[in-house]
Protein backbone atom coordinates (compact mmCIF):
# COMPACT_ATOMS: atom_id res chain seq x y z
CA UNK A 1 0.00 0.00 0.00
CA UNK A 2 2.72 2.13 0.88
CA UNK A 3 4.78 1.82 -2.39
CA UNK A 4 0.92 2.29 -4.13
CA UNK A 5 0.82 5.54 -2.15
CA UNK A 6 4.09 6.43 -3.69
CA UNK A 7 3.17 6.13 -7.15
CA UNK A 8 -0.40 7.65 -6.90
CA UNK A 9 1.17 10.93 -5.25
CA UNK A 10 4.54 10.70 -8.23
CA UNK A 11 0.91 10.73 -10.46
CA UNK A 12 -1.07 13.66 -8.84
CA UNK A 13 2.47 16.36 -7.94
CA UNK A 14 4.58 15.21 -10.73
CA UNK A 15 2.24 13.53 -13.79
CA UNK A 16 4.42 10.70 -13.77
CA UNK A 17 2.37 8.30 -15.38
CA UNK A 18 5.23 5.10 -15.62
CA UNK A 19 7.07 2.67 -13.12
CA UNK A 20 8.92 0.66 -14.41
CA UNK A 21 10.63 -2.27 -11.79
CA UNK A 22 11.48 -5.63 -11.47
CA UNK A 23 9.38 -8.19 -12.04
CA UNK A 24 9.54 -9.18 -8.39
CA UNK A 25 7.95 -5.32 -8.38
CA UNK A 26 4.41 -6.83 -9.92
CA UNK A 27 2.14 -7.09 -7.39
CA UNK A 28 3.49 -3.37 -5.65
CA UNK A 29 2.69 -1.87 -9.37
CA UNK A 30 -0.40 -2.83 -10.23
CA UNK A 31 -1.26 -2.28 -6.46
CA UNK A 32 -0.49 1.28 -7.71
CA UNK A 33 -2.61 1.16 -10.63
CA UNK A 34 -5.46 0.37 -8.74
CA UNK A 35 -5.20 3.29 -6.82
CA UNK A 36 -4.82 5.93 -9.40
CA UNK A 37 -7.72 4.15 -11.35
CA UNK A 38 -9.79 4.16 -7.90
CA UNK A 39 -9.11 7.82 -7.28
CA UNK A 40 -9.21 9.58 -10.40
CA UNK A 41 -11.77 9.84 -13.82
CA UNK A 42 -12.07 7.50 -16.29
CA UNK A 43 -9.46 9.29 -18.69
CA UNK A 44 -6.60 9.19 -16.06
CA UNK A 45 -3.94 6.74 -17.24
CA UNK A 46 -0.86 5.06 -15.73
CA UNK A 47 1.25 2.04 -16.62
CA UNK A 48 3.57 -0.31 -14.95
CA UNK A 49 6.37 -2.01 -16.75
CA UNK A 50 8.54 -4.98 -15.04
CA UNK A 51 11.45 -6.48 -16.29
CA UNK A 52 12.84 -10.28 -15.57
CA UNK A 53 14.91 -10.50 -12.81
CA UNK A 54 18.94 -11.54 -12.84
CA UNK A 55 19.09 -14.41 -10.40
CA UNK A 56 21.96 -16.80 -9.53
CA UNK A 57 22.33 -20.01 -9.60
CA UNK A 58 20.87 -20.43 -6.32
CA UNK A 59 17.77 -18.36 -7.23
CA UNK A 60 18.79 -15.13 -5.15
CA UNK A 61 18.52 -11.88 -6.50
CA UNK A 62 21.10 -9.87 -8.59
CA UNK A 63 20.87 -6.64 -6.42
CA UNK A 64 21.98 -4.60 -3.38
CA UNK A 65 19.06 -5.46 -1.50
CA UNK A 66 20.26 -9.00 -1.56
CA UNK A 67 24.05 -8.37 -0.58
CA UNK A 68 27.06 -8.58 -2.40
CA UNK A 69 26.16 -6.00 -5.22
CA UNK A 70 28.65 -3.88 -7.55
CA UNK A 71 28.07 -0.54 -8.37
CA UNK A 72 28.69 1.36 -11.80
CA UNK A 73 30.66 4.48 -9.54
CA UNK A 74 34.26 3.70 -8.42
CA UNK A 75 34.20 5.54 -5.57
CA UNK A 76 31.42 2.83 -4.25
CA UNK A 77 33.51 -0.01 -6.33
CA UNK A 78 36.65 0.70 -7.69
CA UNK A 79 37.52 -1.00 -10.69
CA UNK A 80 39.74 -4.13 -9.42
CA UNK A 81 36.58 -4.97 -6.84
CA UNK A 82 34.51 -4.82 -9.97
CA UNK A 83 36.75 -7.33 -11.99
CA UNK A 84 37.46 -9.18 -9.38
CA UNK A 85 33.41 -9.75 -9.04
CA UNK A 86 32.98 -11.10 -12.70
CA UNK A 87 36.09 -13.26 -12.07
CA UNK A 88 34.94 -15.18 -9.56
CA UNK A 89 30.88 -15.72 -11.12
CA UNK A 90 30.04 -19.54 -10.51
CA UNK A 91 30.40 -22.11 -13.37
CA UNK A 92 26.37 -22.26 -13.90
CA UNK A 93 26.11 -17.88 -14.00
CA UNK A 94 29.01 -17.44 -16.06
CA UNK A 95 27.14 -18.12 -19.00
CA UNK A 96 23.97 -16.47 -18.65
CA UNK A 97 26.10 -13.12 -17.52
CA UNK A 98 27.78 -12.92 -20.78
CA UNK A 99 24.46 -13.57 -23.02
CA UNK A 100 22.85 -10.71 -20.56
CA UNK A 101 25.58 -8.04 -20.17
CA UNK A 102 28.20 -8.39 -22.81
CA UNK A 103 28.03 -7.65 -26.33
CA UNK A 104 30.21 -10.57 -27.18
CA UNK A 105 29.19 -12.90 -30.41
CA UNK A 106 26.70 -16.09 -29.68
CA UNK A 107 29.62 -18.06 -31.41
CA UNK A 108 31.69 -16.92 -28.91
CA UNK A 109 29.93 -17.46 -26.13
CA UNK A 110 28.89 -20.78 -27.57
CA UNK A 111 32.49 -21.83 -27.30
CA UNK A 112 33.38 -20.20 -23.57
CA UNK A 113 29.89 -22.45 -22.66
CA UNK A 114 31.99 -25.29 -23.72
CA UNK A 115 35.25 -24.84 -22.20
CA UNK A 116 33.14 -24.50 -19.17
CA UNK A 117 32.34 -27.57 -19.63
CA UNK A 118 35.39 -28.84 -20.62
CA UNK A 119 38.02 -27.02 -18.84
CA UNK A 120 36.39 -25.28 -15.99
CA UNK A 121 39.66 -24.74 -14.28
CA UNK A 122 41.13 -22.31 -16.95
CA UNK A 123 37.88 -20.21 -16.10
CA UNK A 124 38.12 -19.00 -19.90
CA UNK A 125 34.64 -17.50 -19.60
CA UNK A 126 34.79 -16.13 -16.45
CA UNK A 127 38.32 -14.09 -17.71
CA UNK A 128 36.07 -12.27 -20.75
CA UNK A 129 33.33 -11.51 -18.82
CA UNK A 130 35.66 -9.71 -16.37
CA UNK A 131 37.49 -7.93 -18.98
CA UNK A 132 34.65 -7.18 -21.23
CA UNK A 133 32.78 -5.56 -18.37
CA UNK A 134 35.56 -3.77 -16.95
CA UNK A 135 36.62 -2.17 -20.16
CA UNK A 136 32.46 -1.65 -20.90
CA UNK A 137 32.38 0.49 -17.27
CA UNK A 138 35.76 1.52 -16.65
CA UNK A 139 37.75 1.72 -19.91
CA UNK A 140 41.30 0.24 -20.98
CA UNK A 141 43.44 1.91 -18.63
CA UNK A 142 41.17 0.43 -15.59
CA UNK A 143 40.62 -2.53 -17.28
CA UNK A 144 44.96 -3.08 -17.45
CA UNK A 145 45.41 -1.73 -13.34
CA UNK A 146 42.76 -4.04 -12.28
CA UNK A 147 44.69 -7.21 -14.61
CA UNK A 148 47.86 -5.81 -12.89
CA UNK A 149 46.60 -6.04 -9.20
CA UNK A 150 45.28 -9.36 -9.88
CA UNK A 151 48.59 -10.25 -11.02
CA UNK A 152 50.59 -9.40 -8.57
CA UNK A 153 48.16 -10.40 -5.97
CA UNK A 154 48.83 -14.01 -7.52
CA UNK A 155 51.99 -13.51 -7.60
CA UNK A 156 52.47 -11.86 -3.91
CA UNK A 157 54.66 -9.27 -5.24
CA UNK A 158 52.80 -6.26 -3.63
CA UNK A 159 55.64 -3.92 -4.07
CA UNK A 160 54.10 -3.50 -7.69
CA UNK A 161 51.46 -2.07 -6.36
CA UNK A 162 50.15 1.59 -4.93
CA UNK A 163 49.17 2.24 -1.40
CA UNK A 164 46.22 2.90 -2.54
CA UNK A 165 45.81 -0.23 -4.81
CA UNK A 166 46.85 -2.21 -1.54
CA UNK A 167 44.40 -0.73 0.48
CA UNK A 168 41.66 -1.93 -2.39
CA UNK A 169 42.80 -5.03 -3.21
CA UNK A 170 42.76 -5.76 0.22
CA UNK A 171 39.80 -3.85 1.99
CA UNK A 172 37.91 -7.60 2.36
CA UNK A 173 40.91 -9.45 4.58
CA UNK A 174 40.92 -9.71 8.45
CA UNK A 175 41.77 -6.20 9.61
CA UNK A 176 42.85 -4.96 12.96
CA UNK A 177 43.47 -1.40 14.50
CA UNK A 178 46.64 -0.84 16.49
CA UNK A 179 48.76 1.99 17.66
CA UNK A 180 51.52 3.80 15.68
CA UNK A 181 53.64 2.84 18.41
CA UNK A 182 56.81 1.00 16.92
CA UNK A 183 57.09 -2.67 17.57
CA UNK A 184 58.58 -5.83 16.92
CA UNK A 185 57.65 -8.03 14.26
CA UNK A 186 57.49 -10.76 17.03
CA UNK A 187 55.16 -8.60 19.19
CA UNK A 188 53.23 -6.80 15.94
CA UNK A 189 52.28 -10.50 14.94
CA UNK A 190 50.75 -12.00 18.02
CA UNK A 191 49.13 -8.69 19.00
CA UNK A 192 48.00 -8.38 15.38
CA UNK A 193 46.06 -12.14 16.17
CA UNK A 194 48.16 -13.27 12.59
CA UNK A 195 50.53 -15.75 14.86
CA UNK A 196 49.05 -17.88 17.90
CA UNK A 197 51.91 -16.96 20.35
CA UNK A 198 55.61 -16.06 20.43
CA UNK A 199 57.30 -18.90 20.02
CA UNK A 200 54.83 -19.26 16.59
CA UNK A 201 56.00 -16.18 15.46
CA UNK A 202 59.49 -16.21 16.12
CA UNK A 203 59.09 -19.64 14.07
CA UNK A 204 57.19 -18.09 11.09
CA UNK A 205 59.54 -15.12 10.94
CA UNK A 206 62.79 -17.30 10.70
CA UNK A 207 60.62 -19.44 8.13
CA UNK A 208 60.03 -16.68 5.79
CA UNK A 209 56.40 -17.06 6.95
CA UNK A 210 56.17 -13.54 7.10
CA UNK A 211 55.83 -10.75 5.05
CA UNK A 212 55.19 -6.91 5.37
CA UNK A 213 53.89 -5.06 2.73
CA UNK A 214 55.22 -7.77 0.17
CA UNK A 215 59.11 -7.66 1.31
CA UNK A 216 59.64 -10.63 3.56
CA UNK A 217 61.09 -10.49 7.06
CA UNK A 218 63.30 -12.97 8.89
CA UNK A 219 64.75 -10.90 11.17
CA UNK A 220 63.34 -11.56 14.78
CA UNK A 221 64.74 -7.91 15.24
CA UNK A 222 63.25 -6.42 12.56
CA UNK A 223 61.33 -3.24 14.13
CA UNK A 224 57.94 -2.75 12.41
CA UNK A 225 57.83 1.61 12.36
CA UNK A 226 57.19 4.73 10.47
CA UNK A 227 58.58 2.86 7.28
CA UNK A 228 56.15 0.46 7.28
CA UNK A 229 52.84 2.17 7.46
CA UNK A 230 51.72 3.18 4.46
CA UNK A 231 50.26 6.34 3.99
CA UNK A 232 51.00 6.41 7.51
CA UNK A 233 47.81 4.43 8.17
CA UNK A 234 48.50 0.85 7.27
CA UNK A 235 50.65 -2.39 6.18
CA UNK A 236 49.83 -5.24 4.45
CA UNK A 237 51.04 -8.96 6.75
CA UNK A 238 50.70 -11.90 4.97
CA UNK A 239 51.37 -15.03 6.34
CA UNK A 240 52.10 -18.19 4.78
CA UNK A 241 51.35 -18.05 0.79
CA UNK A 242 47.75 -16.60 1.13
CA UNK A 243 46.55 -15.45 4.46
CA UNK A 244 46.53 -11.26 4.19
CA UNK A 245 46.08 -9.06 7.30
CA UNK A 246 45.70 -5.53 7.02
CA UNK A 247 46.81 -3.34 10.28
CA UNK A 248 45.54 0.25 10.97
CA UNK A 249 47.53 1.76 12.90
CA UNK A 250 45.49 4.97 14.74
Known amino acids: MIQAIDFNHLYNEHNCRIQIGGSDQWGNIT ?46 TSPYEFYQFWINAAD ?9 FTFISREDIEVLEKAVETEPHLRQAQKTLAEEMTKLIHGEAALADAQRITKALFSGDLKALSSSEMKAAFKDVPSVEMSKEDKSIVDLIVEAGISSSK ?52
Open 31 to 76: TGLEMIRKTHDEESKAFGITIPLVTKADGTKFGKSAGGAVWLDPKK
Open 92 to 100: ADVVKYLKI
Open 199 to 250: RQAREDVTNGAISVNGEKVTDLAYVVDEKDRLDDAFAIIRRGKKKYHMVQFQ
